[in-house]
């Protein structure tokens, strides 16, 4: 069966430091893999997704970037975070079908 | 620009009884809509809609979808403390797009 993981789980971080965030897949080939991130109290925005090694797309313009360079490791990255960088991230994975299954999420604070 | 509206946004109710999630949305190119439970950490998927009028079913919860009106409804009868979470409705749009809703935050006192 398919697994997905992330970490670390949470994370404190000063205003200015840089971020690296990772996610991976197992009993999987080729999946599509995606990034959110979920304020408080609201829905999930998707920040990007890729459907293969060194394919990113990106959809929304911010001071994150994303890099996946194995098939089943997807890295969400920033080389200066913000204090609106602040949030829970979670990372999710398909097989072109049209559910996505999600990890246990990363609880970012930025100070 | 493609919405997914969710309501109510928050609802407290006592054990036992039974609610009814609402889920509206307008988003071009619908091919389906899934309903996820988040508790703590990663949302779960429930179920996932694609025509309208067939009922999903797992246990207490069930969910149906109407293309025409384009809304879903998720309804849980005999509600538990467990059942407490976030519930999330979402809406597949084709080329890996979800489009969530805001999430209906749903408590359930003993």
């Known amino acids: 069966s398919q697994t997905i993981h992330q970490w670390p789980a949470t994370l404190v971080q000063p205003v200015g430091s840089p971020l690296s965030l990772e996610c991976t897949v197992e009993g999987t080939s080729n999946p599509n893999l995606y990034w959110y991130r979920q304020a408080a109290g609201r829905g999930l925005q998707l920040l990007f997704y890729s459907v293969g090694i060194g394919q990113i797309s990106s959809e929304v313009p911010q001071n994150l970037s994303a890099s996946r360079p194995q098939d089943r490791q997807f890295i969400l990255s920033s080389k200066k975070l913000l204090l609106s960088d602040s949030g829970f991230y979670l990372c999710?994975?398909?097989?072109?079908?049209?559910?996505?299954?999600f990890g246990p999420g990363t609880r970012l604070t930025v100070l | 620009e493609d919405k997914v509206v969710q309501s109510p946004l928050s609802l407290v109710v006592h054990e036992g009884d039974t609610v009814t999630l609402n889920c509206s949305y307008e988003?071009?190119?619908?091919?389906?809509l899934l309903w996820y439970k988040q508790e703590k950490k990663a949302p779960t998927f429930l179920f996932m809609l694609t025509s309208s009028g067939i009922e999903k079913k797992s246990g207490r919860l069930s969910s149906i979808l109407d293309k025409k009106e384009l809304f879903s409804i998720l309804n849980i009868t005999a509600t538990q403390t467990g059942d407490s979470a976030i519930y999330l409705c979402a809406v597949n749009k084709g080329a890996q797009k979800l489009v969530f809703g805001q999430g209906t935050r749903l408590t359930i006192n003993p």
């Open positions: 988003v071009t190119n619908f091919r389906s």
């Open positions: 999710a994975w398909d097989r072109g079908t049209d559910t996505q299954y």
